[in-house]
């Protein structure tokens, strides 16, 4: 089974910051990755796919990259709205990263 | 527009069995994979399976081998999640959601909140 590893687990940061979190697999998986925002008591929402294309309605703050086994989730300035948890998840087996909570500094 | 609903809270005790349930609409139902989801309080979120309502087809997780069912029904655009004997560790958070093949999971039910204890 592929193992996605995100880091760092918790981030503290404060508005207007620029914020990257990273997801390793343990093999590559070309492109073939998704990006989640998860808010307490709600359903993961999907932002990112296939590495680095932006879901429909989700701000253009927001930006994947990467391929192979190394990719990024990067939030430009951070928004109030953006203090979640974020998990990648890969496509080949499902398996998601354990996720990064980004908290108020 | 598409929508996934989810049956409602369900509080059990170990040993009993229990099927959740998950109903797709605004879209092809028995032409995207339906995924599961659980999530542990407090945890992250860990992949189950996977159900092709057209034909059933159906792959898991082994972490979730032999120790849940799904199955569906495409004649009411349902997918299902099944116990046969609860655990108190089978608490959790269960969410359904669509799989696009090039967006994978782009759409969530609400989620079912599973409860078991004696």
């Known amino acids: 089974d592929i193992q996605m590893t995100q880091s760092p687990s918790t981030l503290s940061a404060s508005v207007g910051d620029r914020v990257t979190i990273t997801c390793r697999a343990s093999?590559?998986?070309?492109?073939?990755l998704a990006w989640y925002q998860q808010k307490p008591g709600k359903a993961p929402k999907l932002l990112i796919y296939?590495?680095?294309s932006l879901e429909s309605g989700v701000p253009s703050r927001f930006s994947g990259g990467g391929s192979g086994t190394e990719f990024t989730l990067t939030i430009s300035s951070l928004q109030p709205d953006d203090f979640a948890t974020y998990y990648c998840?890969?496509?080949?087996?499902?398996?998601f990263g354990q996720g990064t909570k980004v908290e108020i500094k | 527009e598409v929508q996934l609903v989810q049956s409602g809270v369900e509080v059990k005790k170990p040993g009993e069995s229990l099927k959740i349930s998950c109903k797709g609409s605004?879209?092809?139902?028995?032409?995207?994979?339906i995924g599961w989801v659980r999530q542990m309080p407090g945890k992250g979120l860990e992949w189950m399976g996977l159900?092709?309502?057209?034909?059933?087809?159906?792959r898991y997780s082994p972490s979730f081998q032999g120790q849940v069912t799904i199955s569906a029904d495409k004649s009411i655009s349902t997918v299902y999640l099944e116990w046969s004997s609860l655990k108190a560790s089978d608490t959790a958070m269960y969410y359904c959601?669509?799989?696009?093949?090039?967006?994978?999971?782009?759409?969530w039910g609400q989620g079912t909140l599973v409860s078991v204890s004696s």
């Open positions: 959601a669509r799989q696009d093949t090039l967006k994978l999971f782009d759409y």
């Open positions: 605004g879209f092809s139902f028995t032409t995207n994979w």
């Open positions: 159900i092709y309502p057209g034909d059933s087809d159906t």
């Open positions: 093999q590559s998986i070309s492109s073939w």
């Open positions: 296939k590495a680095s």
């Open positions: 998840q890969q496509y080949h087996s499902w398996t």
